[in-house]
């Protein structure tokens, strides 16, 4: 019986060898297409040289932070500062009469009060108002929460904005706290620091005053609206 021998493939014996083997070749590709994967390829670069900077040592620290640990501090960096801004004298103020004159700072306070009660889309929607208003303090809500979702461009793109709208005039800035944005070659990076004294509602109080808000839909999305009341219900909690 007459055995058969297997083919064997030729295996590239050079680094060039194989280059050739993989490359595509001309005409597969337009130069608009090639410009894309470029484009694609320094946007991902960029991206990692930013997560770099994230996960690098912070001030004063010799080890880096990993990603979970960073994650984790986004959230409760971001948590304390609504805190810090629902405490502020203005911040019911503002909500009370957001029905009429739609002030952006108004637009943060309530904000603020959606994420402790965990309606994140809706808080998003109203961060996004009060940024777009010029308030810098919603790009940082912005940054961190983006910052806790693991969403990095999202949060690199909010990072950026914090310089600029901290130019912005009439800054409604109820909690004092300092934001270093370190600008680098695709790179940016927020050291922020909050006071340690930072009074807290409890959460759980705060979502049983949102709970019975009342609820648009705005392009598929439960966005809960600000009212009177809910302003009362605040400065009830906050004097407790």
Request: charged share 25%; proline share 6%; aromatic share 6%.
């Amino acid at each position: 019986m007459r055995s058969e021998t297997p083919m064997r493939t030729h295996q590239p014996r050079t680094l060039e060898e194989a280059l050739d083997r993989a490359r595509i070749r001309e005409g597969s590709y337009t130069s608009a297409h090639r410009e894309a994967s470029r484009r694609r390829i320094a946007d991902q670069l960029r991206e990692l040289h930013w997560m770099k900077a994230l996960t690098g040592p912070a001030r004063g620290q010799r080890t880096p932070n990993q990603p979970l640990m960073l994650h984790e501090r986004a959230g409760h960096d971001l948590r304390a500062l609504c805190q810090g801004v629902i405490h502020d004298d203005e911040a019911a103020r503002r909500i009370a009469r957001f029905d009429t004159c739609r002030d952006p700072g108004g637009a943060l306070a309530f904000a603020c009060l959606l994420l402790l009660a965990d309606y994140e889309e809706g808080a998003q929607f109203w961060l996004q108002y009060a940024a777009g208003g010029g308030q810098a303090t919603g790009a940082v809500c912005l940054h961190l929460l983006h910052l806790h979702r693991g969403e990095w461009r999202d949060a690199k793109y909010w990072a950026e904005q914090i310089t600029v709208l901290e130019e912005e005039p009439y800054q409604y800035a109820p909690v004092a706290h300092e934001v270093h944005t370190t600008l680098g070659p695709g790179s940016v990076t927020v050291h922020l620091d909050l006071p340690d004294d930072v009074a807290a509602v409890p959460e759980e109080a705060v979502r049983d005053a949102v709970d019975d808000l009342a609820v648009d839909t705005l392009d598929g999305q439960a966005i809960p609206q600000p009212s009177p009341d809910l302003a009362h219900q605040l400065q009830d909690l906050v004097a407790h």
